[in-house]
């Protein structure tokens, strides 16, 4: 069974403040992980992935995500948030071809 | 940026009646994927192709849900007989061939009054 867990379901910091959005998963094979941006009433559009390699990848807009095998977790982050980044993240893991496993999401609030 | 498209963006239907959307995957992205997201955020895979073939379906969709991916012509999903718990964001994806990485539309907002 896979599970993706986000433990904040909310998190509001300022603009210009540092950000870490947690995520963990359970999956059982080899797998890919993925963070995706979700603005209000609109669909959802990929940030970064991580597969294989340098588990620090980096992604649109001075995202970036690492990759811990150890501790099963792929947080993202970002070191200077703007109001526009405020929107609902979804960490999430698949396998080749097959059916994505969202987390509950993160409402992320950046106040000016 | 994803090039999958949605259409229609908006759906307004009454209890009992058909809701169809359609979607158009990536060109060259023969993997099309259907997901509902609730008003929780919380998303439910529906099904997906491979090109005309249905891959994997969930039980919901085998009953009160068809869906297809014609050839030559967009993807579609439609509801045979609406009911108030289907009032959500319908998003389409697709992928390459053996790809890790989906793509996905804009999405349908389907509401059941």
């Known amino acids: 069974t896979q599970t993706v867990s986000q433990s904040d379901a909310h998190v509001t910091v300022f603009e210009g403040d540092s950000v870490e959005l947690r995520c963990n998963y359970s999956?059982?094979?080899?797998?890919?992980l993925s963070w995706y941006i979700q603005h209000h009433g609109h669909g959802l559009q990929f940030l970064l992935k991580y597969y294989s390699g340098n588990p620090v990848v980096q992604g649109v807009n001075g995202f970036e995500a690492e990759f811990s095998k150890s501790d099963s977790s792929f947080h993202l982050r970002k070191a200077s948030v703007h109001w526009s980044d405020s929107a609902v993240y979804f960490c999430a893991v698949s396998a080749s071809n097959n059916r994505i496993f969202f987390g509950d999401g993160t409402q992320l609030v950046v106040k000016p | 940026n994803s090039k999958v498209i949605q259409t229609p963006r908006y759906l307004v239907k009454g209890q009992g009646q058909k809701a169809k959307m359609r979607c158009i995957p990536e060109k060259g992205h023969p993997v099309v994927f259907w997901y509902q997201q609730n008003k929780n955020n919380e998303f439910k895979f529906l099904i997906n192709?491979?090109?005309?073939?249905?891959?994997?379906q969930i039980d919901m969709t085998e009953k009160r849900f068809s869906a297809e991916c014609p050839s030559n012509s967009p993807c579609s999903l439609e509801i045979q007989s609406s009911e108030a718990g289907d009032s959500a964001l319908y998003l389409c994806?697709?992928?390459?061939?053996?790809?890790?990485?989906?793509?996905f539309g804009p999405g349908t907002r389907l509401t059941v009054l």
């Open positions: 994806a697709s992928s390459l061939l053996g790809g890790l990485e989906q793509y």
């Open positions: 999956y059982g094979g080899s797998i890919y």
């Open positions: 192709f491979q090109n005309q073939e249905v891959l994997q």
